[in-house]
């Protein structure tokens, strides 16, 4: 079953633009990890935040991390037609290497 | 250094059969975990192994089997293949258990007719 739901389910920006993304999920945390699918392939590791963290940051990547909320933000400034993927989040219990995964946001970015 | 390693990438199976798939982990990595993936149910955990030992299960059912070597290498096995298992399998491997990024291989494309 999948954790939680992210938010929006597609979304379709100009290159240049940011890109934000939403996940919620149900049940506390020890890890929340992004990753990238492009279309037909694997899932690339983007950022991983612990749950005593409430923000991140990798290049154009800045991730942050409400647990009171249960929720995390995947922000990507100055989109490239080249982030146009999937994005999905993925949390642990920390006991093991069981991710749960949201439902994906369809990120699309034109020139 | 490489990265997790899927064979085959496609394959096509009939109602029936049965198939293995076969995942390398990052060298050094010790745990090894299986995901399904489908337009459906999306990403779906399906086990974890880790020292030759199955740590986790998700909830497929008994058709789904998997083993890991001493290596750290590990196989899925589905028997009795069914349409509705036409998915992407992704293999995934972390140094050790909990904690820890997990990086995904590029997956195995299986179709069932």
């Known amino acids: 079953s999948q954790q939680g739901e992210e938010d929006p389910q597609a979304l379709s920006i100009q290159e240049g633009e940011n890109a934000t993304m939403n996940c919620s999920y149900k049940t506390s945390i020890n890890n929340l990890q992004w990753y990238r699918q492009n279309s037909g392939r694997g899932l690339v590791h983007l950022i991983l935040?612990?749950?005593?963290?409430r923000e991140k940051h990798s290049g154009r990547l800045r991730v942050t991390l409400d647990t009171s909320k249960k929720s995390s933000s995947l922000l990507i400034t100055a989109s490239r037609a080249a982030d146009t993927a999937s994005y999905f989040c993925?949390?642990?219990?920390?006991?093991?290497?069981?991710?749960?995964f949201g439902t994906g946001t369809r990120l699309q970015v034109t020139l | 250094k490489a990265g997790v390693t899927q064979t085959p990438r496609y394959l096509i199976k009939t109602r029936g059969q049965q198939v293995t798939l076969s995942c390398s982990p990052i060298?050094?990595?010790?745990?090894v975990s299986w995901y399904q993936q489908t337009p459906g149910q999306g990403l779906q955990f399906l086990f974890e192994y880790f020292s030759e030992t199955q740590r986790n299960k998700g909830n497929f059912p008994g058709r789904f089997s998997g083993r890991q070597f001493s290596n750290s290498r590990s196989e899925m096995n589905v028997s009795t293949l069914e349409l509705g298992d036409s998915a992407l399998y992704l293999c995934a491997s972390s140094p050790t258990v909990g904690g820890n990024t997990i990086y995904f291989g590029e997956g195995s494309w299986l179709t069932v007719v």
């Open positions: 060298s050094g990595h010790r745990s």
């Open positions: 993925a949390t642990d219990a920390g006991t093991a290497s069981k991710l749960t």
């Open positions: 935040i612990r749950s005593n963290e």
